[in-house]
């Protein structure tokens, strides 16, 4: 049975700095993309970053220079490092496994239950 959980999702202030994190069990070998995916409130899901597994990575535009995706292996976790964080980073995030680099939630076959992430003064 495959599984992800996030963590780390908290209440920040603007230009403030998180790290979520994805444990992921039940998949093997680590041959696939992750992503991770945000909803922000009234807003659709959207991409926000995906590293393949060749470790090549995609950030949407209006993540670029402040978030790092990155993925550990050896323990089978994904992250997230989120720095300068505006209130339109506000939402919840999921991390997303078996897709393609497009970021097409549609294409992601197992997904985590979320983790809420509020900026706001």
């Known amino acids: 049975q495959v599984k992800l959980v996030e963590s780390g999702g908290d209440s920040v202030q603007p230009g403030g700095s998180l790290r979520l994190s994805c444990s992921v069990s039940?998949?093997?070998?680590?041959?696939?993309?992750m992503a991770w995916f945000r909803q922000g409130p009234g807003k659709e899901r959207e991409g926000v970053a995906a590293?393949?597994?060749?470790?090549?990575?995609n950030y949407a535009d209006s993540v670029k220079g402040r978030f790092t995706i990155s993925r550990d292996s050896a323990e089978n976790t994904l992250y997230l490092r989120m720095n300068s964080l505006k209130p339109e980073d506000t939402g919840i995030y999921y991390c997303?496994?078996?897709?393609?680099?497009?970021?097409?939630?549609?294409?992601?076959?197992?997904w985590g239950q979320g983790t809420q992430v509020t900026v706001s003064s």
């Open positions: 997303a496994a078996e897709g393609t680099p497009k970021m097409v939630a549609a294409d992601f076959g197992y």
């Open positions: 039940g998949l093997s070998d680590g041959a696939y993309c």
């Open positions: 590293i393949d597994s060749d470790g090549s990575t």
